[in-house]
């Protein structure tokens, strides 16, 4: 049991410091110290890369601490491994939905990357994932939002319906 505690542990700290990781990196896009360029052109055409573009782009830098956790146990380092590959597709998944059906977007009271993208702001709304950091950081900023969650089957078939590849 403590083997299993040990690693469900890990998977939230690595998804904890994944959703961190996410918001700092794109506001750091914001401010041209990281790939200012092919952010700048990721805002002109404002569409994904498609679920395993976006994915990718997550998860081959998360490579570089992805293995910590194995300086704990064995345990540990499945448990941060699994969930740094766990945040990693969700924040692939999320920011192509955002882009594609933010309608969809229920975990939100508002899409705000979408938001970020659509009413352009660039020092605002930083979160893809989540909007947690920027709430504790104070970039949050509401938006008026005209889209209402979608309910039904229909809603949950959608979910589904993204550009995957």
């Avoid at 939230?12 to 914001?30: D, K, N, P």
């Avoid at 200012?36 to 395993?52: D, I, M, S, V």
């Avoid at 920011?95 to 352009?120: A, G, I, S, T, Y």
Wanted: aromatic share 18%.
């Amino acid at each position: 049991m403590a083997v299993l505690s040990e690693a469900l542990i890990a998977f939230c700290l690595a998804v904890f410091i994944g959703t961190f990781v996410e918001y700092w990196v794109h506001r750091l896009m914001h401010a041209g110290v990281v790939y200012g360029k092919n952010h700048a052109k990721h805002h002109q055409e404002g569409t994904g890369q498609g679920w395993f573009g976006e994915f990718r782009g997550y998860f081959l830098p998360a490579l570089v601490i992805i293995w910590l956790g194995f300086v704990v146990s064995p345990a540990a380092g499945i448990g941060f491994a699994l969930g740094g590959l766990a945040q990693a597709a969700w924040s692939a998944y999320a920011h192509q939905l955002q882009h594609e059906r933010p309608e969809l977007v229920f975990w939100m009271p508002r899409p705000v990357h979408h938001l970020h993208h659509k009413k352009k702001m660039w020092h605002h709304n930083f979160g893809i994932s989540f909007d947690f950091w920027d709430r504790v950081f104070g970039t949050y900023k509401p938006a008026g939002w005209e889209g209402t969650p979608t309910g039904g089957l229909t809603a949950y078939v959608s979910l589904f319906t993204i550009k995957w590849f």
